[in-house]
């Protein structure tokens, strides 16, 4: 699970993931029939054609698949990432060091009791169809959130606190809250245009990946999409903070890590941040290497595991098929402290990651937490032991653990099979739980997202990408985050619902002062970390390479020293700086760069065969 990240799982989303992963479902007929009109063609040229020769063209290879392309529904890092070049939100963080900056709104204020927001909207933002950008969307776009449950899917969280969204005129929106919200500067929203998607009927099923180009007022303007091969941007020129330096920037999808260094070896794509960071094997190879450079920053994300806390739903109903010995805290302890963060650092990361401890990272210090030394679950293998013995849960002449029925315990851990992490840790898992007398079975699927909708798996590797602003990964572990019946797909990672915990979610969503909200915060992780359904095991490193005879230049966030790839904000793809200036291709999928033709209005790039899911957030997570 992991990522939106959001932006988060990130994820990884982290988006959700993010980090979460939601699998839609796919159109209805009637749903398909309204693509034509959800998306306005700039001109009558051919849906899908090659680059102009002339044209430069920044290419990213990604081995994250697209879980949508409409903003209501994606959670993925990667269609998050890909959502913030397209939209506009209220306000943005700044690159250098994540303060609140201007985006769509120019400026903001509220009432003496904080429950009226008023924002002015830009007057210098267009659709990319050429209709002026008002506070007319902004409003459209928050009610369908407030009153339509399949555009609450991904960020419906930030509308639940909403009382009456308004827009008395064209630059004017107000936010009217059932009590105090701040997150009000931190609406991570993609804005929409209401003109296109007010045609829609069900927000649920519809994908956005049909018709192109896709109205948007982003810094890009998407005008191809083909599943598990690629996504292609061009350069919006009349973007309000100025055009983007590259002419189109290119998402191209590989299932295979190792295929997508050796295409920026070969200078077929630009970028390569793996899945979502490269191994340090990988990084390793690159370093030295002529045209190519490696950074290697603090990430945004978190890597953990996750324990099934009995899948249930808002109705009160349980499903899935967790081992009921999860349910037991002790025994949740026990598997935890049997795990060597250290040695996964050294052994797995190889010092490109730092030990997990809180939920929210480092690089986030205003929110980082980390046990106290009575608190901490430090890697103690006997008093593990100990912990499953006091638990009822003892070894038979075999040297197994068994449960309440009898029967050896033997947990089935869900890993991504595209993600060489998962099945390090599982292996070194395998062998440090054995020694308790537990099983361990990898299920690593190239799909994890159905097994975990339906509850079905003990444990599995998740990670969020998380904001400046922590909420949204605070919100998916809310009861209010769970499906309103098992049949549904609610906006939780893992199933958590713990009354104490959203006392403090409540409580820190109402705290205006940084200080009181941080530590309000702080005490949310100090639950889920009791808790024990979810053990942050490491914070990996930002690593991965690009050309530099392809970039010049790029903006990292933080600037100082910060990730390239899936950042809060479209900052490092808009600020790109082509090395050629003299006209050449840049790379990728420009005209000539590779040999291309279009065949049905689709490209056909080289001798490349392109395949294709999201890791549940992480990387998967959600931005």
Same mark, same amino acid.
């Given at each position: 699970m992991s990522t939106q990240d959001r932006n988060g799982t990130e994820h990884s989303r982290p988006r959700r993931p993010r980090p979460r992963i939601h699998r839609l479902v796919a159109a209805a007929a009637g749903a398909l029939a309204l693509t034509a009109a959800l998306a306005t063609p700039l001109n009558p040229a051919p849906q899908q054609a090659e680059a102009k020769a002339a044209d430069k063209v920044l290419t990213v290879a990604v081995a994250q698949s697209v879980d949508?392309?409409?903003?209501? @529904?994606?959670?993925?890092?990667?269609? *998050?990432?890909?959502?913030?070049l397209m939209y506009d939100y209220l306000t943005n963080y700044d690159p250098k060091d994540n303060h609140i900056v201007p985006g769509l709104a120019t400026k903001w204020s509220s009432s003496a009791d904080k429950l009226t927001w008023t924002y *002015?909207?830009?007057?210098?933002?267009?659709?990319?169809?050429?209709?002026?950008?008002?506070?007319?969307?902004?409003?459209?776009?928050? !009610?369908?959130?407030? &009153?339509?449950? #399949?555009a609450a899917t991904a960020n419906g969280s930030f509308v639940t606190n909403f009382a009456k969204v308004t827009a008395p005129s064209p630059t004017q929106l107000v936010i009217k809250l059932k009590k105090p919200q701040a997150t009000m500067t931190a609406l991570d929203v993609p804005i929409v245009p209401e003109h296109i998607w007010a045609k829609a009927d069900d927000l649920s099923k519809f994908n956005n990946d049909k018709s192109f180009p896709i109205v948007g007022n982003g810094p890009f303007v998407l005008t191809g999409y083909k599943p598990d091969s690629y996504v292609r941007l061009k350069a919006n020129k009349t973007f309000w903070r100025g055009a983007p330096k590259f002419d189109e920037v290119v998402f191209r999808y590989y299932k295979d890590q190792d295929a997508a260094v050796a295409a920026l070896r070969k200078g077929e794509v630009s970028f390569v941040a793996g899945s979502p960071s490269l191994t340090p094997a990988q990084a390793a190879s690159l370093k030295?290497?002529?045209?190519?450079?490696?950074?290697?920053? $603090?990430?945004?994300?978190?890597?953990?595991?996750? &324990? !099934?806390?009995?899948?249930?739903?808002?109705? #009160?109903?349980?499903?899935?098929?967790?081992?009921?010995? @999860?349910?037991?805290?002790?025994? +949740?302890?026990?598997?935890?402290?049997?795990?060597?963060? &250290?040695?996964?650092?050294?052994?797995?990361?190889?010092?490109h990651a730092v030990e997990g401890q809180g939920y929210i990272p480092p690089r986030f210090s205003t929110y980082f937490w980390k046990p106290s030394a009575s608190q901490e679950l430090s890697y103690d293998p006997t008093k593990a032991a100990q912990l499953l013995d006091q638990a009822g849960y003892k070894k038979n002449g075999d040297g197994k653990r068994v449960g309440k029925d009898g029967k050896p315990i033997t947990y089935r851990l869900l890993c991504h099979a595209t993600d060489p992490n998962d099945k390090a840790v599982g292996q070194y898992l395998q062998e440090w739980w054995g020694k308790l007398g537990i099983g361990v079975t990898l299920d690593c699927l190239d799909n994890v997202t159905d097994p975990w909708l339906a509850g079905k798996y003990d444990l599995a590797f998740d990670g969020w990408s998380v904001n400046p602003d922590p909420d949204f990964v605070l919100s998916i572990h809310t009861c209010g985050a769970l499906p309103a019946t098992p049949k549904d797909i609610g906006a939780t990672d893992n199933f958590i619902c713990d009354k104490t915990y959203d006392k403090l979610y409540a409580q820190q969503l109402a705290e205006y002062d940084p200080a009181? +909200?941080?530590?309000?915060?702080?005490?949310? =992780?100090?639950?889920?970390?009791?808790?024990?359904?979810?053990?942050?095991?490491?914070?990996? !490193?930002?690593?991965?390479?690009? +050309? &530099?005879?392809?970039?010049?230049?790029? =903006? *990292?966030? $933080?600037?100082?020293? #910060?990730?390239?790839?899936?950042?809060?904000?479209?900052?490092?793809?808009?600020?790109?700086?082509?090395?050629?200036?003299?006209?050449?291709?840049?790379?990728?999928?420009?005209?000539?760069?590779?040999? #291309?033709?279009?065949?049905?209005?689709?490209?056909?790039?080289?001798?490349?065969?392109?395949?294709?899911?999201?890791?549940r957030a992480t990387a998967e997570d959600r931005e």
């Open positions: 949508s392309l409409s903003p209501f @529904l994606a959670v993925r890092l990667v269609s *998050t990432s890909i959502g913030r *002015t909207i830009r007057s210098n933002s267009k659709w990319s169809d050429g209709q002026q950008a008002t506070a007319d969307d902004a409003a459209w776009t928050f !009610n369908k959130m407030m &009153t339509d449950p #399949g030295g290497e002529q045209n190519i450079k490696v950074n290697d920053a $603090p990430g945004r994300r978190f890597y953990a595991l996750a &324990t !099934n806390p009995g899948a249930q739903a808002k109705d #009160g109903k349980h499903f899935g098929d967790g081992d009921p010995s @999860l349910l037991d805290e002790n025994v +949740r302890h026990a598997l935890f402290m049997a795990v060597d963060r &250290t040695t996964l650092i050294d052994k797995v990361f190889q010092g009181k +909200r941080a530590d309000i915060v702080k005490q949310m =992780e100090s639950r889920l970390y009791d808790l024990g359904y979810m053990n942050v095991m490491a914070y990996p !490193n930002a690593v991965e390479a690009y +050309r &530099t005879d392809q970039i010049k230049s790029i =903006e *990292t966030m $933080p600037s100082a020293a #910060g990730n390239i790839y899936g950042q809060d904000g479209y900052w490092s793809w808009w600020s790109a700086v082509p090395a050629a200036s003299d006209g050449s291709s840049s790379g990728g999928l420009s005209g000539g760069a590779i040999a #291309g033709i279009v065949v049905g209005g689709v490209v056909v790039v080289g001798a490349l065969v392109l395949f294709g899911l999201r890791r």
